[in-house]
């Protein structure tokens, strides 16, 4: 059976609708892999195996679904006047289908950029918590070697207008206080902006091994100036890392344009009220 959904499953009580399906997840009714593998599957199956020929390899992956839409003959087919879209197809390729090699793979088949990426972004989310909670958009997670996440921090100026009270400061006396040494050493503390020197310094202490920041200091000095809340200081935290005595991997900064906007009319607004 080849069908539009990569979940081909009949829909009555012998398919997706199995009572069983509601009572354990043995039971959901999976299709075949993502959608990315659907054509060569359909290719190996169909073509290779004999049970189709080409042109109705071409017709399912393609010209039918331009005639259904009402697109044909613009699309679906590679003829003067149209504008399909084509496809150069190697039928000898021989291809060991894995989770690392598959577009929609789990964390642990990520690059080391692309997961930095992803859960800097998730710290951006925390960032982005902190505010709808009243409080400075910052926000650190804390990931161990295996790409779990142990903790997630928002920034906690208010309610005590705490001003040590910074996402990574806070992160790393929690992290020290609950997690083993080895545990720190190895995992990554993602932060919405860079450690100022405090923080810098609370994640040296708490030895945490590796720290991947979003917007720089330098940026974020530009963006909220001497605000009473937040008089950004002028000290990259390489510089305090670089002064310990055990070495800290530095990464950043990174998705800047995507970290910087998570600040876009937060310091302006009380700025202006308060200068
Ligand atoms: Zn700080």
Not at 17 to 27: E, Q
Not at 49 to 66: E, K, M, P, Q, Y
Not at 115 to 130: I, N, P, Q, T, Y
Request: hydrophobic share 35%; net charge negative.
């Amino acid at each position: 059976m080849f069908s539009s959904d990569h979940c081909p499953f009949r829909y009555d009580e012998s398919g997706k609708l199995a009572p069983r399906g509601r009572t354990s997840f043995r039971w959901v009714p999976n299709g075949i892999p993502g959608i990315e593998t659907r054509l060569p599957i359909l290719f190996s199956e169909g073509v290779s195996n004999g049970r189709i020929d080409l042109n109705r390899f071409v017709a399912l992956s393609a010209t039918n679904h331009a005639k259904t839409y009402g697109l044909y003959p613009r699309k679906g087919t590679i003829a003067v006047g149209s504008d399909a879209d084509i496809a150069i197809w190697d039928p000898k390729r021989e291809v060991t289908m894995s989770q690392q090699i598959l577009h929609h793979g789990a964390i642990a088949a990520l690059s080391q950029e692309q997961a930095d990426e992803h859960f800097l972004r998730r710290s951006f989310d925390v960032a982005r918590r902190a505010l709808t909670h009243g409080n400075h958009p910052f926000g650190a997670i804390l990931v161990d070697h295996d790409r779990r996440v142990l903790l997630e921090v928002e920034n906690g100026f208010m309610p005590p207008r705490d001003g040590t009270a910074h996402a990574e400061r806070l992160l790393a006396t929690q992290a020290c206080v609950t997690l083993p040494a080895g545990v720190l050493r190895q995992a990554t503390l993602y932060s919405s902006a860079e450690p100022c020197a405090m923080c810098a310094g609370a994640i040296y202490w708490a030895g945490i091994g590796r720290v991947v920041y979003g917007l720089s200091e330098h940026a974020l000095r530009e963006l909220t100036g001497d605000h009473p809340e937040n008089p950004t200081l002028n000290l990259p935290c390489r510089e305090v890392f670089g002064s310990g005595q055990r070495p800290t991997e530095i990464v950043g900064p990174l998705l800047e344009t995507e970290a910087a906007a998570l600040h876009q009319d937060v310091w302006q607004r009380n700025r202006t009220s308060e200068a």
